[in-house]
């Protein structure tokens, strides 16, 4: 029996059939309603509340990694911010060694200079003898009056005389006595020049360690605020670390720029010692081997680096003792050296190559071979450039380190966002398993409204009935 | 550590010597060349496309230029052959010999009485299946129109699994002008026998665009 056969109550009218079929069936809701309803509700509850349990669990997580993130941070921060104070202290006692060592000869100099002022200073307070208390007797003598008597006027003429001569050689004393004076301050001048621009040259030191200890105060704030694990110091850091993501990105980009050129420097010679026709899986064997000889030389920069201290991406290169340190210091700098060689040679090599590429495909197209001016220029420059290439890519090294140190950063940021992102659609989802059902409820309360309306009515007649009946017995009693 | 740095030392003396696959990815071009009667005339064309393979082939690649005669299921019919070193320097040297004997050859051609096409594509499998090239095709410069001399056997089926054909110019003779059905059989006839024979056809009579020749 099909399920038109069943559908079809009244024969041959399939209206009437349908609309019994529509009657029994909002009667059946109808006597369903409330379980039905139950089930719905409980179906969209476990729905929701699986999605709100696995936002939480999500944000759990997140809460989790931000916590991680701010640990790794502030550990790293920390670290960098002793690395910048050890550096700053070193050299304010570079500073100190080098200027201030110098003190004890540097006062001794500025006691001998202030001894030479002083003593100079006291020789030129040195009075000239006064002319003599009798100058001033026979100055006296020599003015009384004569009277007409020639031989006192003699007497007193000569002791005018004296007295003028006395006065003029006490006067030519003095004069050499004032200019001895101006000598001995004239002498002053250089141990006073000499001592203001000792003086000079030890406030600049002093002003330079003021700056340094400025500078030493505000990375002790830093550190004291990583230290406190401070929200201020986590954005600080936090916002550092995109910077140098972005700049060590940019960077890098740039070497895998220098990286590509350096390549096809040397791919096509690498085909002559190699083989031009042979392949490893689908790449040509030469291109895998002047890949391969770049990849060394970005080995042997980073070990380069790390054996100069400057980058510390291997902890075990930094750890080894400065002999061995040293050691490997030549050893990768002598490989780097050859292989720039070799690069330098190659790039040589490709130069004959491609010319002779070039005059075969003229006389393959018969024309005329002709011999480029000024042809040894490219072949200089490639043989340079690929001498050169090698020792720039030495220090991809440097941005390679912040790009790493920085992507834990980055990543852990980025996870955090995506943790986020995702919480938020689990609770969209849960609130919209929510409102469904009860969409759903209201659905089916629309498509059985006939008979829940006549129960609405009868109900609230029901209470009309009931409202009446407690009226008549309140007034009954 | 010495096992350790002679394993991987090993290791990357086979990375980069022992273990190249040379034959996969070489390829090996037969071209076979009609110099019967009217065609000879065209030889022109031919040399742009000689020229044009010697410019496009790398090292590794393999090259035979062969002509169709009365009997071309010889070796004698080969005019030039060459596996092309692995050094790109040989490899220039090596053209320029092949070039020198085509342009040889080019200079004293002579006519055929006779055209058997099919020799020439036998003896042209036979040669590439000894290069081992890993992308095999028979260059057919003719107008496909096959003469055989009395007594040559030519009518069975040809082995072509992994060969392409690719008939290059394949120019209308005066009969095709008159009845141009004639043309299409020809060429269906062609292609049916390469593909019975598991290889791939193709025809090319524009060559301007002599790149698609080697074009997958």
């Known amino acids: 029996m099909s399920l038109a056969q069943i559908l079809n109550i009244w024969p041959n009218s399939p209206v009437l059939s349908l609309i019994i079929a529509l009657l029994v069936a909002v009667f059946l809701l109808y006597l369903a309603r409330r379980p039905a309803h139950k089930a719905i509700y409980s179906l969209s509850r476990v729905i929701h509340n699986g999605f709100r349990l696995m936002a939480r669990s999500v944000l759990i997580a997140e809460k989790k990694v931000v916590e991680r993130n701010n640990e790794v941070l ?12 050890e550096r700053e202290f070193h050299r304010v006692d570079a500073v100190v060694r080098r200027d ?8 001794r100099k500025l006691a001998d200079q202030i001894t030479h002022i002083d003593e100079d200073y006291r020789e030129s307070t040195e009075l000239p003898v006064p002319p003599p208390d009798w100058v001033k007797a026979v100055e006296t003598l020599a003015k009384l009056p004569s009277k007409g008597d020639g031989w006192v006027a003699n007497i007193l003429g000569e002791i005018h005389k004296t007295g003028v001569s006395q006065y003029k050689s006490s006067m030519e004393e003095h004069r050499k006595a004032v200019a001895k004076r101006h000598s001995l301050l004239e002498k002053m001048m250089p141990y006073w020049r000499k001592l203001s621009q000792t003086l000079d040259q030890v406030d600049k030191t002093i002003i330079g360690l003021h700056e340094r200890t400025r500078v030493v105060d505000s990375r002790m704030a830093e550190y004291e605020e990583i230290r406190n694990k401070t929200d201020k110091a986590a954005h600080m850091l936090t916002a550092s670390s995109m910077t140098q993501f972005f700049i060590s990105a940019f960077v890098l980009l740039i070497a895998i720029g220098g990286a590509v050129i350096n390549f096809n420097l040397i791919a096509l010679p690498m085909s002559e010692m190699v083989g031009g026709g042979s392949y490893i899986g689908n ?9 391969v000889i770049i990849l060394v030389e970005l080995a042997m920069g980073l070990y380069l680096m790390e054996s100069l201290r400057i980058t510390h991406l291997f902890p075990i290169i930094g750890q080894m003792d400065d002999k061995m340190r040293t050691r490997m210091i030549w050893v990768t700098f002598t490989i780097l050296v050859i292989l720039a060689g070799v690069e330098s040679a190659l790039a040589f090599m490709r130069d004959r190559i491609a010319a002779d590429m070039q005059v075969l495909r003229q006389a393959l197209a018969s024309v005329e071979t002709t011999q480029p001016a000024m042809r040894w220029i490219p072949t200089v420059g490639q043989m340079v450039m690929g001498f050169i290439l090698p020792f720039a890519l030495t220090f991809v090294a440097i941005p390679l380190e912040s790009f790493v140190h920085s992507s834990r950063t980055v990543v852990g940021v980025a996870m955090a966002a995506l943790l986020r992102l995702i919480t938020f659609v689990l609770r969209l989802l849960g609130d919209a398993a929510y409102y469904t059902g009860e969409f759903l409820v209201n659905i089916y309360d629309l498509l059985i409204f006939p008979p829940l309306w006549l129960e609405n009515l009868i109900r609230s007649k029901e209470r009309q009935t009931d409202a009446k009946d407690s009226i008549v017995k309140e007034e009954v009693s | ?13 086979l990375l980069l010597s022992g273990c190249p696959d040379t034959t996969t990815h070489s390829q090996g071009v037969y ?19 000689i020229n044009y393979l010697l410019g496009t082939l790398q090292p590794g690649d393999s090259l035979a230029m ?19 070193d692995r050094r790109p320097s040989l490899t220039n040297q090596q053209k320029r010999l092949f070039k020198q004997k085509i342009d040889g050859f080019f200079a004293t051609v002579k006519g055929s009485a006779f055209t058997d096409i099919t020799g020439g594509v036998l003896q042209a499998v036979e040669y590439l299946n000894e290069t081992g090239s890993g992308k095999k095709f028979i260059l057919i410069f003719s107008d496909l129109k096959e003469e055989l001399a009395k007594g040559h056997v030519r009518d069975f089926p040809i082995e072509l699994s992994g060969c392409r054909v690719v008939a290059l110019n394949v120019t209308k003779l005066r009969s095709d002008n008159i009845d141009p059905r004639e043309y299409y059989k020809r060429v269906e006839a062609w292609q049916a026998r390469v593909e019975a024979g598991a290889g791939h056809w193709r025809l090319i009579n524009d060559l301007e665009r002599l790149d698609t020749i080697l074009a997958e």
């Open chain 1, 283 to 291: 790449f040509k064997t030469s291109n895998i081997a002047a890949l």
């Open chain 2, 66 to 84: 062969a002509r169709i005669d009365s009997a071309s299921f010889s070796e004698k019919d080969i005019i030039a052959k060459m596996t092309f």
């Open chain 1, 74 to 85: 502030l550990t790293v921060g920390a670290k960098a911010a002793e690395r910048l104070i």
């Open chain 2, 1 to 13: 550590m010495k096992k350790l740095l002679a394993f991987s030392l090993l290791s990357i003396s």
């Open chain 2, 31 to 49: 071209m076979l060349l009609d110099s019967s009667g009217t065609y000879r005339l065209e030889v022109k064309k031919a040399q742009a496309i």
């Open chain 1, 100 to 107: 201030m060592s110098g003190y004890p000869a540097l006062q």
